[in-house]
């Protein structure tokens, strides 16, 4: 693991999973896709652990749950719902920001690129952490989701006063096991159109309410 661009926090914390058989077999899989495909597989390989590079482990004051990376050239910057500089916004950001701007009155940004999030402490994790392009879901089940499943567990058991955001039934059903007794955990539909145009995300006011919770437990809010 020592060639991976991850913060140390992470890499301490997570030194057992690094060394379970799936995880190997996990590394082999995605070094073999990356390989037969190079210039179709994202985000760029040295961007796959950026959400944990970005946000050490003991920074960590919120984590919102996404599916799998965006898979259309150029998006996927290594956190969920983030897009790199000069890419388009995708829908489901779109409907991020609109929620946002009306929660906390904040102007919807020119970037999509969130790695403002993160620098403050929001774990923007994916549950597979790569795809091929063109093909959502084309790397799951192959060990991604045990791996993100233990990093969830580890927020969780490790510490203490975390937001969790769980946008739609997939994040609900892989956080379900977080425990909200020294946690908030927040639930709502997903922002995708389809979702959100069925009143199941607008109005949610997720981040007004991270804020005001992590200002109770006398942490700093989120710049959202």
């Known amino acids: 693991m020592t060639d991976i661009a991850i913060d140390p926090s992470w890499k301490a914390e997570l030194k057992d999973e690094f060394q379970k058989p799936y995880f190997a077999k996990l590394i082999d899989f995605v070094k073999k896709e990356y390989a037969d495909h190079p210039k179709a597989c994202f985000p760029p390989g040295p961007k796959i652990f950026a959400a944990f590079d970005r946000c050490p482990f003991d920074k960590v004051k919120v984590v919102i749950i996404g599916q799998d990376p965006y898979h259309g050239p150029g998006q996927a910057n290594g956190l969920c719902f983030s897009v790199a500089d000069n890419i388009a916004i995708p829908p489901s950001l779109v409907n991020i920001f609109k929620e946002i701007k009306e929660d906390l009155g904040k102007p919807v940004p020119q970037t999509g690129n969130l790695e403002r999030w993160a620098d403050q402490g929001v774990l923007l994790l994916n549950a597979t952490l790569t795809v091929r ?4 879901g084309s790397h799951q089940r192959h060990g991604w989701e045990t791996f993100t499943d233990a990093v969830i567990q580890r927020v969780s058991d490790d510490k203490e006063n975390v937001v969790f955001l769980l946008w739609g ?3 609900q059903q892989k956080g379900k096991n977080i425990d909200a007794t020294k946690h908030l955990v927040l639930k709502s539909g997903h922002p995708s159109p ?5 009143g199941k995300w607008f109005g949610n006011k997720h981040f007004s309410q991270a804020n005001a919770y992590l200002e109770s437990k006398g942490l700093p809010q989120i710049e959202w």
Do not use: H
């Not at 392009?133 to 959502?136: C, S």
């Not at 389809?194 to 069925?198: E, K």
């Open 133 to 136: 392009q063109g093909q959502p």
């Open 169 to 171: 039934s997939y994040a």
């Open 194 to 198: 389809m979702s959100a145009n069925q």
